[in-house]
C-alpha cells in the first residue's frame, strides 16, 4: 500500500470516535481520480471501519475526464460512490488548451457518458467562463452542450487569475487579453438566467442544482459553519470555533503521521465572535437562501437593521438584495456583488 | 538702562533674517560654532521645514562695543507672515528700533513695506541693512535707490552684509549701539509690561516673554494681567539666553520673561499689560487686541472614536496657541468635531498639520470660511462663519461679507496677469503705483473669502515667486450670498457646505462634485453628485457602480483567507464615512477643501 494511503488510514485512526454520524464524503481537492479504483475503495472501506455514517450518505468524488474510463467509473459507483463531479471546464478545445487542461472536448463528453453508463444518478460538471477570447456566444456553446447531458449539478466559476502562475504573468505582463467586468458581470447574470430557464436553481454565486435535491449537501456546509473533518495534506477542519488544516506538503504530512502519532495540523485559529460573525455573514450571502436574520442577530447579538439601515433600504431598492419573512437573500444582481456585500 | 538696546529684524520670507540672528548670537559669544544649532530662533520643525517663524522669541546678547562699554541687546524675533500681523505688531511695541534687511538680489518686497509701515508708526528708529552682498546678482545701487525712493529713507543710513559669510555683522552690532535709543521709563513707577509673547512649557507651565515699560518685576510679588484682571504669583523670572537665565527682577526697560503659574497660553494675551496687584499702573499700554480669528472651518476625527483623543488634543494644542479658538461643533456627515477659528489659512494648515503629527490623529476639515454679516427682515443681524447657521434665505434682508485691501508688490512683467488673477477673484478699486522703474506695487480691494483659498499660492507661481502679499481687513460690503450645499444620492454632506458669493456658486458646485467624483470608489450602485442652493440643482455628475466583484470559489480551505482580506477591508471601509447610503473616504473631503477658488 503506498505510504500516501496508509498515512491517511493512521490519520482516520486518530479520530476514531470523535464524531457523531457524518452525512457525507467528499473525494477532492486535488485530483482523487488519479487513485485507481483499488484505492478509492481501500480509503471508503477504512473511512466506514472508522467513523459512523448515516443511511443517505452522500459520497462524491472529483474527477478528470480523462482519467474517467468507463471501467474506472464502474469501479468507483461499486465502491459505493454515489455523486460524481467532472471536471469538464469548457467543451472548446481552443479553451482548454488556453487553460492547460489535458482532455479534450471528446474526452469530456465521453466521461460524462462513461459516468450515466456506470450507472451514476447524480452527476455534476465544473464549468469555466471568462476565458481569453471567450464570448457569450462561445461559453453558451458550452452550457448548451453541458445541458444536453441533464446534469443533476452544474459549478460555474470565473476564471480566477493566480499572479503566481504561469498565466497570471502573462496577465501581468498584459500579453493577453481578459473580459472586462461589463462582459464578466455580464457572463455572470446571463448563465443564470439561461439556467434558471433551463430549470435549474442558482442556489449558491457558481453553483446551480437540477432540483433542490441536488444541491451538494457537502458542500453546503462550508456555507452554513457546519461542522467537518478534512484528512489529507492541506485539508481544512472545522467544529465550533475552531478551524485547522493540515500540511499541505504530502511528504510533511506523511512524516508527521509517522514521528509524531498525532494529527499532521500545520495550523489553526479559534475564530473570535467577531469573526464568526463575518464569515457566518460572508459565507451565507453567497447563497441563494441567504441569512437567517433572526437567528443572526441572536447569535451574534447584533441588530443587523439597525446598523445598516439606509445601506439596506438603499440595496433593497437597487434590487440588490431582498428580505423574506426571515431571510436577507442576494438577489441574481447581488449574488455578483457578494464580496461588496460582506463588508457592508 | 543707558545700556540696553530693544530691536527686531523685519524682513521679507528669505531675506536671511534667521541666519542674521544666527551671527550675531555667535558674535556675542552666546554660542561657539560647535554648540551652534543653525537658526536658533525658530523653534518649531514646523517652522523650520516651512521656513516661517510662527512663535515670536526673544534673546538677550550680551555685547561690549567698541566704545569699551558693556550693552544688552535684546532682539525680540517677529513672525513673517501675513497671518501674524498682530503679532508683529506687538513685538514691534517692545522695541526702540528696527533692521530692516534687505535682500541685495531681490529688493524691497511687500512685507517688507508693511513692517516698515508698522515700525514707523511706533516711531522706531529704523536701520536698512542690505544682505546678502555676496551674492553674485546682488545690486546694492538698486536697494539704496529702492531705500531712498520707496521708503523715503536716507540710503546712506543703510549697512551692507553677508549673513552668510558671517560679514558686515559688527558694524550692525555697532550701530545698534549708536542709534537705537535706549529704552525710556522708570523703575520707581508702578510696573507695565507688554506682553509679546507666550508658550507652553512642560514643566513650567506658560513662559510670558514681555518688555519691562516701568517699575520692576521679581518672584514672588503678585501681578495682574490688565484685560481680564487675573492675578498671579511670580514664580521667576529672567533673561532669554540660550536658554532661559533665572534673575532676581527685571526693571523698565529691559525684556526678558516670567513665569507665575499661568496654566494655559490662552490665559494671557498677547499685547495685554502686566501690572502690580498692589500698586497697579494708571492705564493699560496702548494698542492691545484680541486676535481675531478671520478663518473657521471644523474639525473632526476620522474615526468618531478618535472624538475623545482629538478633544485631548486640541486641549493641549491651545496651551501653545492663544490665537487658535475652538468649540464643540457636530455635523450629520461626520458626527462630533469641533468648530475651530483661525488667523488665516496658513494658521489653519499649522494647526492641521500638528494635530495629524504630533498629536498622531487622522482628522477631516470642513471647507473653511469666513465670517459673514447677515441682518435679517426684522432688524437683527448675526455675524456666521459657520455654513450649518445660514440663516433662512427668505428672512434676510441684507448679507455682507468682509473685505481686504491687499497689496501686491512684483516686477511689472506680471502685471497683466496678476491683475486677471484679482479681477477672477472679485478684485475692484485698483490702484497702481510704480515705486521703481520695473516694479509695481498694486492694490485691490478684494473679499476675504476670495483670497482664503490659494491666492497666494496663485500670485506666487503667477509671478514665479518674486510676487509678494499683504492685506488688511476694510470692513464688511454688501454681497449676495448663498448657500451652496453638496448631496450624495440626495443627501446633504453637510461637512461639504459653503457659504459663497452667488457669482461662483456654480463653478465651485461643479468643481467639487468633481473632486468628489475622482475620490469616491464605486460601489454598488450609482452615486448621483449634486451641487445645490436651496431646492435647485446647478451641478451634477454621477460615479457608475460597479457591478460583479465576488470570487467564484469558497469552500473550506477558502474561508480563512478570504475572511482575513474581508477583515482588512472592513477595516479600510470603516475609514470612510458613511452618508446615507454612500461610503466617502476622507479624501474626497480634503480633496473639496483643497479646492481651487474659481
Ligand atoms: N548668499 C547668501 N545667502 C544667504 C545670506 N543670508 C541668508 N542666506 C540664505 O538665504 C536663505 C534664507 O535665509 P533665512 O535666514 O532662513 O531667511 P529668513 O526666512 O529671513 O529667516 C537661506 O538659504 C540662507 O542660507 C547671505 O548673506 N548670502
Redesign the pocket.
Known amino acids: 500500500m503506498p505510504a500516501f494511503i496508509s498515512s491517511l488510514i493512521d490519520e482516520m485512526n486518530m479520530y476514531r470516535d470523535s464524531f457523531d454520524r457524518f452525512d457525507t464524503i467528499y473525494l477532492g481537492g486535488g485530483t482523487p481520480s488519479l487513485l485507481d479504483g483499488r484505492k478509492i475503495n481501500i480509503i471508503l472501506q477504512a473511512l466506514f471501519s472508522s467513523f459512523r455514517f448515516t443511511d443517505d450518505l452522500e459520497i462524491t468524488i472529483e474527477v478528470n475526464p480523462s482519467d474517467l474510463t468507463l471501467e474506472s467509473a464502474r469501479a468507483l459507483h461499486g465502491s459505493g460512490v454515489n455523486r460524481i463531479n467532472i471536471g469538464i471546464q469548457s467543451f472548446d478545445n481552443n479553451e482548454l488548451s488556453f487553460l492547460g487542461r489535458r482532455h479534450s472536448s471528446r474526452e469530456g463528453a465521453d466521461a460524462i457518458e462513461n459516468a450515466r453508463t456506470a450507472g451514476f444518478t447524480n452527476v455534476g460538471l465544473d464549468l469555466i467562463y471568462g476565458i481569453c477570447g471567450q464570448t457569450l456566444e462561445s461559453w453558451f456553446k458550452t452550457l448548451d452542450f453541458a445541458l444536453s447531458y441533464t446534469p443533476e449539478h452544474l459549478s460555474c466559476y470565473q476564471l480566477t487569475i493566480e499572479p503566481s502562475t504561469p498565466l497570471g504573468i502573462e496577465y501581468i505582463n498584459g500579453s493577453i487579453d481578459m473580459p472586462n467586468e461589463d462582459l464578466l458581470y455580464d457572463f455572470f447574470i446571463k448563465s443564470s438566467e439561461k439556467l434558471e430557464e433551463a430549470g435549474y436553481l442558482h442556489y449558491e454565486v457558481s453553483n446551480f442544482a437540477r432540483e433542490s435535491k441536488w444541491m451538494s449537501k457537502h458542500n453546503r456546509k462550508y456555507w452554513f459553519h457546519s461542522p467537518y473533518l478534512g484528512l489529507g495534506p492541506s485539508a481544512h477542519s472545522f467544529y465550533g470555533r475552531k478551524r485547522w488544516w493540515n500540511y499541505s506538503s504530502v511528504d510533511t504530512y506523511i512524516t508527521s503521521i509517522k514521528d509524531d502519532k498525532m494529527p499532521p495540523i500545520e495550523g489553526s485559529e479559534l475564530l473570535t465572535s467577531e469573526q464568526l460573525c463575518l464569515e457566518a455573514f460572508f459565507l451565507g450571502i453567497r447563497t441563494k437562501e441567504g441569512i437567517d436574520l433572526e437567528e443572526y442577530s441572536q447569535k451574534f447579538h447584533c441588530d443587523f437593521f439597525a446598523q445598516h439601515s439606509a445601506l439596506l433600504t438603499k440595496l433593497i431598492e437597487e434590487g440588490i438584495i431582498r428580505i423574506t419573512d426571515k431571510n436577507l437573500q442576494p438577489t441574481r444582481r447581488g449574488l455578483a456583488l457578494a464580496d461588496s456585500l460582506s463588508i457592508i | 538702562m543707558e545700556r540696553i538696546r530693544n530691536f527686531s529684524i523685519i524682513?521679507?520670507?528669505?531675506?536671511?533674517?534667521?541666519?542674521?540672528?544666527?551671527r550675531m548670537i555667535q558674535l556675542a559669544g552666546l554660542a561657539d560654532t560647535r554648540t551652534f544649532k543653525d537658526?536658533i530662533l525658530?523653534t518649531m520643525d514646523i517652522e523650520r521645514e516651512r521656513?516661517?517663524?510662527i512663535k515670536s522669541q526673544a534673546i538677550t546678547l550680551p555685547y561690549r562695543a567698541r566704545d569699551g562699554q558693556s550693552y544688552l541687546l535684546n532682539l525680540i524675533d517677529t513672525p513673517?507672515h501675513v497671518d501674524f500681523s498682530y503679532e508683529v505688531s506687538r513685538s514691534l511695541a517692545s522695541c526702540e528700533g528696527v533692521l530692516l534687511?534687505i535682500?541685495a538680489a531681490q529688493g524691497i518686497q511687500a512685507q517688507t513695506l508693511a513692517n516698515l509701515y508698522m515700525a514707523m508708526e511706533h516711531d522706531l528708529e529704523v536701520i536698512p541693512v542690505i544682505?546678502?552682498?555676496?551674492?553674485p546678482s546682488a545690486d546694492i545701487d538698486m536697494v539704496m535707490e529702492q531705500i531712498e525712493n520707496e521708503l523715503g529713507l536716507d540710503p546712506f543710513t543703510s549697512l551692507t552684509?553677508?549673513?552668510?559669510?558671517g560679514?558686515g555683522i559688527e558694524e550692525i552690532l555697532e550701530a545698534i549701539v549708536e542709534r537705537i535709543p535706549p529704552p525710556r521709563g522708570d523703575s520707581n513707577n508702578p510696573l507695565s509690561a507688554l506682553i509679546f509673547d507666550a508658550y507652553y512649557d512642560p514643566f513650567r507651565g506658560t513662559i510670558v516673554s514681555c518688555r519691562i515699560f516701568d517699575g520692576m518685576i521679581r518672584a514672588s510679588q503678585t501681578i495682574r494681567l490688565m484685560s481680564n484682571k487675573a492675578t498671579y504669583r511670580v514664580e521667576e523670572v529672567g533673561r532669554f539666553s540660550l536658554s532661559r537665565n533665572k534673575k532676581n527682577h527685571l526693571e523698565a526697560g529691559e525684556v526678558g520673561y516670567i513665569i507665575a503659574g499661568i496654566k494655559t497660553v490662552s490665559d494671557v494675551r498677547v499685547g495685554d499689560t502686566i501690572t502690580c496687584d498692589d500698586h497697579p499702573c494708571e492705564k493699560p499700554l496702548p494698542g492691545f487686541k484680541e486676535a481675531k480669528p478671520v478663518v473657521f472651518a471644523s474639525i473632526y476625527p476620522i474615526a468618531s472614536d478618535d472624538y475623545e483623543e482629538l478633544a485631548a488634543a486640541l486641549e493641549k494644542y491651545t496651551l501653545n496657541d492663544a490665537s487658535f479658538i475652538y468649540q464643540k461643533d457636530s455635523s450629520v456627515a461626520l458626527g462630533q468635531g469641533f468648530r475651530c477659528g483661525f488667523l488665516g489659512l496658513l494658521h489653519l494648515d499649522i494647526v492641521q498639520e500638528r494635530l495629524e503629527r504630533e498629536y498622531d490623529l487622522s482628522i477631516i476639515l470642513s471647507v473653511p470660511s469666513v465670517r459673514y454679516r447677515f441682518t435679517m427682515k426684522n432688524g437683527e443681524s448675526a455675524f456666521i462663519d459657520n455654513p450649518a447657521h445660514f440663516p433662512e434665505p427668505a428672512q434676510i434682508s441684507k448679507s455682507e461679507e468682509p473685505y481686504i485691501r491687499a497689496t501686491m508688490m512684483f516686477p511689472e512683467r506680471y502685471l497683466g496677469a496678476v491683475m486677471k488673477l484679482c479681477i477672477e477673484r472679485r478684485g475692484e478699486n485698483s490702484n497702481i503705483n510704480y515705486p521703481a522703474p520695473g516694479r509695481v506695487e498694486l492694490n485691490f480691494e478684494m473679499p476675504l473669502a476670495s483670497v482664503i483659498f490659494d491666492f497666494y499660492d496663485n500670485l506666487k507661481s503667477i509671478t514665479q515667486g518674486y510676487g509678494s502679499f499683504d492685506y488688511t481687513m476694510i470692513g464688511y460690503r454688501e454681497s449676495d450670498l448663498v448657500l451652496l450645499d453638496i448631496l450624495v444620492n440626495g443627501e446633504k454632506v453637510d461637512a461639504l457646505s459653503q457659504i459663497v458669493y452667488r457669482g461662483i456658486a456654480r463653478p465651485r458646485a461643479l468643481q467639487a462634485c468633481e473632486r468628489l467624483k475622482e475620490e469616491i470608489p464605486r460601489q454598488m450602485f450609482k452615486i448621483a453628485i449634486q451641487g445645490a442652493i436651496g431646492g435647485e440643482i446647478i451641478a451634477r455628475t454621477t460615479i457608475s457602480p460597479f457591478r460583479k466583484d465576488v470570487t467564484a470559489k469558497c469552500y473550506g480551505g477558502d474561508i480563512t483567507r478570504k475572511r482575513k482580506l474581508l477583515e482588512k477591508q472592513k477595516k479600510g471601509k470603516k475609514r470612510m464615512k458613511m452618508v446615507g447610503s454612500v461610503s466617502i473616504p476622507q479624501s474626497a473631503f480634503v480633496a473639496v477643501l483643497k479646492s481651487e477658488n474659481t
Open positions: 524682513a521679507h520670507i528669505d531675506h536671511g533674517k534667521s541666519t542674521l540672528a544666527d537658526q525658530d521656513g516661517i517663524t513673517g534687511l535682500d544682505n546678502k552682498i555676496d551674492l552684509c553677508s549673513a552668510k559669510e560679514k
